[in-house]
């Protein structure tokens, strides 16, 4: 999905709360407001969003001096979930169609997030995910993908949503792969928060390799970049990984709510949306973009190491 002007501002809202976060003082925080302005002006156009907001935040680290300003916050994201597990697997125990309500409950946990601006009530949310129509509905056709594959690769968005996770890994049938960040980006997972949320119990852990808000393959791991080549089956949840991978094919299948009014325009539904969309491009291998990230001055790349934990 290409970056449009509405973003901006919510790229410096980003900033700026994540300087407040870490209780940064008046004077940091209009530091990092330029340092992210001058980057604004700078980065190329055709940019996705992921490209834009993983050095933006990676200022607000350097700044501040905090490897995880949203540390505390996701945290807390992963408690809720854990509290109101024992629900969700009762209205998944009922449901008449476990893959479905599944997927749905998944769906509902994307709702999850640490923008400007955000709030919700994940109970109401999972509620309402099992209520109310799919914008868009492609749950027959993974149902069918997953009758076909013999593993997945899941790819993983925020803290706390990975709880909502764990019913949909175990409702697949099949071994999936959960793939987490490199390193901390706003409040998306990491291994410790998959850890915490225990999707290590039903998946395995794969580390992108790479602090991108989505999966920018071109700067992810070797190891990475290889199962999605070889996976017949990806699920990719929330705004991020549809950001960077809506040009993907049918092999992958977008879960996530239309939170953002730009990015439900660009999904074509309206804003609140719950969506289970199959990629439409015609790609079987690895996207052929440049997606390596932004060159910025003053930013630091994620150390390679040993991915899969």
Same mark, same amino acid.
């Not at 300087?19 to 003082?25: E, F, G, K, N, V």
């Not at 940019?47 to 907001?53: D, V, W």
């Given at each position: 999905m290409r970056t449009y002007l509405d973003c901006y501002p919510c790229l410096l809202g980003q900033a700026l709360e994540a300087?407040?976060?870490?209780?940064? =003082?008046e004077r940091e925080q209009r530091h990092i407001l330029e340092r992210v302005l001058d980057l604004l002006r700078d980065v190329p156009p055709s940019?996705?969003?992921?490209?834009?907001?993983q050095p933006v935040h990676r200022i607000v680290r350097e700044e501040i001096g905090s490897e995880d300003p949203y540390r505390e916050t996701k945290a807390r994201s992963t408690e809720e979930g854990l509290a109101l597990y024992p629900w969700m697997e009762r209205a998944l125990a009922e449901a008449d169609d476990k893959l479905v309500t599944a997927a749905r409950l998944s769906i509902a946990g994307n709702v999850i997030d640490a923008r400007p601006g955000r709030s919700y009530d994940l109970r109401e949310e999972l509620e309402r995910s099992l209520s109310e129509p799919l914008a868009i509905d492609d749950a027959e056709a993974l149902r069918a993908a997953l009758n076909e594959a013999d593993w997945a690769l899941f790819l993983a968005d925020n803290a706390g949503e990975t709880v909502c996770d764990r019913l949909l890994i175990e409702t697949m049938g099949i071994p999936v792969t959960y793939v987490v960040k490199g390193g901390p980006i706003a409040n998306d997972a990491t291994v410790e928060d998959a850890q915490a949320a225990g999707v290590d119990r039903v998946a395995e852990l794969m580390s992108s390799g790479s602090d991108a808000p989505g999966t920018l393959l071109g700067q992810c791991s070797e190891e990475l970049r290889r199962a999605y080549e070889e996976a017949p089956l990806i699920i990719a949840k929330g705004q991020g990984n549809y950001e960077s991978l809506d040009e993907a094919g049918p092999r992958v299948f977008f879960l996530l709510q239309a939170k953002c009014p730009v990015l439900a325009r660009d999904v074509g539904v309206p804003a609140r949306s719950?969506?289970?969309?199959? /990629?439409? +491009?015609?790609?079987? =291998?690895?996207? =052929?973009?440049?997606? !390596? +990230?932004?060159?910025? !001055? /003053?930013t630091t790349e994620v150390n390679d190491r040993e991915h899969r934990l």
């Open positions: 300087a407040r976060m870490a209780r940064a =003082d940019s996705k969003p992921p490209q834009i907001s719950l969506v289970l969309r199959q /990629g439409d +491009g015609s790609d079987r =291998d690895c996207p =052929d973009r440049n997606d !390596e +990230g932004l060159d910025t !001055e /003053g």
